[in-house]
């Protein structure tokens, strides 16, 4: 029988190796990040079958204290910095009366705020997981929402279908920035907005603005909001933890902290220390 020291000591090495392997999936090239990172969110998506985590972006929390708040229904307060995050982003321009395309909406969380607080006509949501798809559809009832399963490199639209596309903590998982940004130009109207952020390693920057300007798309605003994020990381550390003692068994519990970047965990120091950046785009079609 083995004894409880050698197990201890394959959960810490099992744990460890996790951890690493988490840790590093934004500096792997992207072929083999997207896979990883798909893998992930589908243990999310077994682990959390109540609606606990709506959200899986790393947030944002404004810097300045006398910056007034986001006004959040009872029911979004827990999800605050992930919605700040996500208002940030998509509420750049006025969505109003727009129909709108989120890829890469992960558990709906996001589409479901767009629709119910920034006032488009119609919103499509899509994204690569079965899974999430399947939950979001489950969980986010609402008039004008609808969920896709589909591929953010081959988007199952036609030319011209929206007047908005929202892009938020995804496009870093995609083998090719490039075709993604021709499906945007692509389903976007004339005039059409690209509401984007993400992060990127710090080497990997330049060649973000690079892809961008190659896509022909105008740049209304850019700003580095990295800041901010770790901020929200900070500010949200005690929830997430919380989370994940609740749904995640202890072994794989490592490599959710730094999916997480819950404070102290490697991908926190990352974005801490600069080695990630964060980014948001304003991006207009001719």
């Excluded at 006398?66 to 700040?84: H, P, S, T």
């Amino acid at each position: 029988m083995t004894n409880p020291s050698a197990i201890d000591r394959l959960v810490r090495a099992g744990s460890y190796a996790l951890n690493r392997l988490t840790g590093f999936i934004v500096r792997l090239n992207p072929d083999v990040r997207k896979p990883l990172v798909r893998r992930m969110y589908h243990l999310v998506n077994l682990l959390d079958t109540a609606g606990d985590m709506l959200f899986m972006n790393y947030g944002y929390a404004p810097l300045d204290p006398g910056e007034q708040g986001l006004e959040l229904r009872a029911e979004d307060e827990a999800n605050r910095y992930c919605i700040q995050l996500y208002h940030r982003v998509a509420g750049a321009v006025d969505l109003r009366g727009k129909d709108v395309l989120e890829v890469g909406c992960g558990r709906g969380g996001g589409a479901s705020f767009i629709l119910r607080y920034l006032g488009p006509r119609s919103l499509v949501a899509v994204d690569f997981s079965w899974h999430g798809i399947r939950f979001a559809h489950r969980w986010h009832r609402l008039d004008g929402l609808a969920f896709v399963q589909g591929d953010a490199e081959a988007l199952p639209f036609p030319p011209e279908s929206f007047d908005a596309v929202v892009n938020v903590e995804s496009s870093h998982c995609y083998p090719s920035m490039e075709r993604f940004l021709q499906e945007v130009v692509r389903v976007l109207r004339p005039q059409g907005h690209f509401l984007f952020a993400d992060l990127r390693h710090r080497d990997q920057v330049e060649t973000l603005r690079h892809q961008v300007k190659q896509s022909g798309l105008r740049i209304c605003q850019e700003e580095l909001i990295t800041p901010q994020v770790v901020r929200a990381l900070e500010l949200d550390s005690d929830r997430k933890n919380a989370l994940i003692r609740k749904k995640v068994f202890p072994l794989a519990r490592p490599a959710v902290r730094e999916f997480a970047a819950v404070k102290g965990s490697q991908g926190y120091e990352f974005f801490r220390s600069g080695t990630w950046q964060y980014l948001r785009f304003v991006l207009q079609k001719a």
